[in-house]
């Protein structure tokens, strides 16, 4: 965690961040493309991150998203969530039609796999997942549907 994790907790769980989303992922590419991927909006909060790259499941090209993610031995969580709005992140039907994937997690490249989790393994992630972004809570309260949690491992 870095200095600046408290704040963007405090952001992060803002009732109405979901509209700003747009915004936010267009600064944050913005952001990568300026520094060449070596700074995002994430690295700036302190918050662990990685770039997932997913091939489109309808257009077959290769879309890049930056997400929060939680370290897990040597495996990643990350949660669908989108700051808990109603609509599902694209990248998560294009991860559930591939299985497969490219992260970038700091300087480290890899091909993975995806596993989504659900019951008791949903459900022990999740707890580690609040331990990093406590916002994962304020999401769930906020939307009507299941956030989905996948476990990404090295190929």
Known sequence: MGLLTPLAVK???IEWMPKLLPQIVW???????ASRGRVSV??????PN???TVVGRKSGIPR???LLCVPD???WLIAGSYFGG?????WVFNLRAAEKAHIRFGKVETDVT????SGEDRAAAWRTMLATWPNYAKYEERTDRLIPVFRLRRT
Do not use: F, H, R
């Not at 600064?27 to 493309?33: A, G, P, R, Y």
């Not at 994430?42 to 918050?47: E, M, N, R, T």
């Not at 109603?86 to 694209?90: A, G, L, R």
């Open 42 to 47: 994430l690295d700036i909060a302190g918050l």
């Open 73 to 75: 031995g040597d495996t």
């Open 50 to 52: 990685l770039m997932l």
């Open 114 to 117: 995806a596993e989504e989790l």
């Open 86 to 90: 109603p609509k599902m992140p694209v």
């Open 11 to 13: 952001i992060g769980a």
């Open 27 to 33: 600064v944050d590419t913005n952001l990568q493309k």
């Open 64 to 66: 890049q998203t930056p």
